[in-house]
């Protein structure tokens, strides 16, 4: 797989200051973080056409001259506010510092999640390792570890995690549970969110779900709470464990923002166990965030910056593919991948795998 991706087009002058952004990168995004907590952006934006002065930031909100200061001319340099004789207004960006939900989501989870631990992210390359991960416990990966997390860390990956997948459930239903679908196998099923839209989507349908027993305690308590445990069956399993076969007699195989949890060794085995249990009318459905797939370059920029998560916290293996990645695992297990579906949700593909005639 040959990649053409991105120029050098940049004058020397803009190229030294984009390097400055990423030296001082760190510190940039505390001082962003620190705006938008402590209520300086929001009280800005509540003074969008006649600005507001310093001092009176510093008094409604209770803080010292020399902190509302130092965070503002920080702002100033990343352009989240501009100032006009000597009052301050909101920019677009500093709107989608303090507004928007999906920055608001990946500011969260870099804080809560990431930061500390990124400390570490060359001794991850080194050995392989999800080194970051021990700001949290001694986990091998976080997934072991993830119902012990704090309720801060877990609050902001559940966070994470949903927003880019729940956008697209209600769009891929319609393709996945079509006439005859009784049976789906939700691997990976986490909090069971997927299992239960599929319960209300059709009264037809029974959910079992694949997952580590922390996970699985999560789902239970969501499943029992929607009056579906009669419809959907929780199976406890290491899905590292590939001498474990999966469940037989699924017309559905479901995988969302799973694969890209685990190295390709991995995928190449959980897809191997799929085929192992498909016949000629099993469909499996692979939901995913390719980053050769997006529209914007701001999706792109946060993928890659995704994949570093895998590599220091999360497991120290795995990424945010390209799709071409996946697609060569898919064919080597003995599937094709019989339909391509873009722009789900967010900005998701999902692919639609069969068995190869």
Not at 3 to 25: R, Y
Request: glycine letters at 8%; a negative charge; aromatic letters at 10%.
């Amino acid at each position: 797989m040959k990649l053409n991706h991105g120029s050098d087009n940049k004058t020397a002058l803009q190229s030294k200051f984009d390097a400055q952004k990423i030296a001082f990168g760190p510190i940039m995004f505390q001082a962003a973080r620190a705006l938008r907590d402590l209520g300086i952006l929001k009280l800005i934006r509540s003074h969008r056409r006649e600005g507001i002065e310093m001092e009176e930031i510093s008094r409604e909100l209770d803080l010292s001259i020399y902190g509302v200061k130092v965070l503002l001319e920080a702002g100033l340099s990343m352009e989240l506010v501009w100032v006009e004789e000597g009052r301050y207004k909101l920019t677009k960006t500093g709107w989608h510092i303090l507004s928007d939900e999906l920055t608001r989501v990946n500011m969260d989870f870099m804080q809560d999640v990431n930061y500390l631990g990124m400390h570490s992210l060359d001794e991850s390359i080194r050995t392989g390792t999800p080194t970051g991960l021990r700001t949290f416990g001694d986990w091998t990966t976080i997934y072991e570890g993830l119902s012990q997390l704090p309720a801060v860390v877990q609050d902001s990956w559940f966070a994470f995690d949903h927003f880019y997948s729940d956008y697209s459930f209600l769009e891929i239903l319609p393709l996945v549970i079509t006439p005859g679908v009784k049976h789906i196998l939700d691997v990976g099923g986490n909090t069971g969110k997927f299992a239960i839209r599929c319960a209300r989507y059709s009264d037809e349908v029974h959910i079992t779900i694949l997952d580590l027993p922390g996970q699985l305690e999560k789902a239970r308590a969501n499943i029992e709470k929607e009056g579906l445990s009669d419809r959907i069956t929780l199976m406890p399993v290491n899905l590292l464990d590939h001498t474990v076969g999966f469940p037989g007699g699924m017309d559905v195989i479901w995988m969302s923002q799973f694969l890209d949890c685990f190295s390709k060794a991995d995928i190449g085995e959980l897809l191997r166990r799929s085929g192992e249990v498909m016949n000629s009318n099993t469909a499996l459905f692979i939901l995913e965030l390719f980053w050769d797939k997006q529209k914007f370059e701001a999706s792109t920029y946060s993928l890659h910056a995704t994949s570093l998560y895998f590599t220091n916290i999360a497991n120290g293996c795995s990424q945010m593919y390209h799709s071409l990645d996946l697609e060569e695992l898919i064919h080597k297990s003995g599937m094709v991948v019989a339909d391509s579906y873009e722009d789900i949700g967010v900005s998701h593909t999902l692919f639609k795998c069969m068995l190869k005639s």
